[in-house]
């Protein structure tokens, strides 16, 4: 959760370092590629948090309960962000999606929990 959080901030802040083509912006750029940048790197943070999620039993993941919907819910959200408007047949926006249903199939599984 918290390397989502750090690369979700570094493009940001590359976001907010200007114009792309601006000295500003170039510069963040290269110290961004100096820190390893991938261009895929959605694909693998959710890929390695879903394997995390996948690996603790439900009642496990239910004993921390609303903390860790909100966290689930939190990378929902990003996965959300990073699917385009328009339906593609690009498979790494099939892949997100197929993401996004995990993660929140996760989320109602832990609330069901807390109903029974």
Do not use: C
Not at 36 to 44: A, I, Q, S, Y
Not at 64 to 89: F, H, Y
């Amino acid at each position: 959760m918290t390397r989502l959080r750090l690369i979700l901030h570094r493009e940001d802040l590359l976001n907010r370092s200007g114009q792309v083509g601006t000295p500003s912006r170039n510069a963040a750029e290269l110290v961004a590629a100096d820190l390893g940048e991938n261009v895929d790197w959605r694909h693998t943070v959710y890929q390695d948090l879903f394997k995390a999620v996948h690996g603790i039993p439900i009642q496990a993941l239910a004993a921390n309960g609303p903390s860790l919907v909100t966290k689930i819910r939190v990378v929902a959200v990003t996965l959300l962000d990073a699917m385009p408007s328009q339906e593609q047949a690009d498979p790494n926006v099939q892949g997100i999606a197929a993401y996004l249903l995990d993660f929140l199939n996760i989320m109602s599984s832990i609330e069901s929990q807390f109903a029974d």
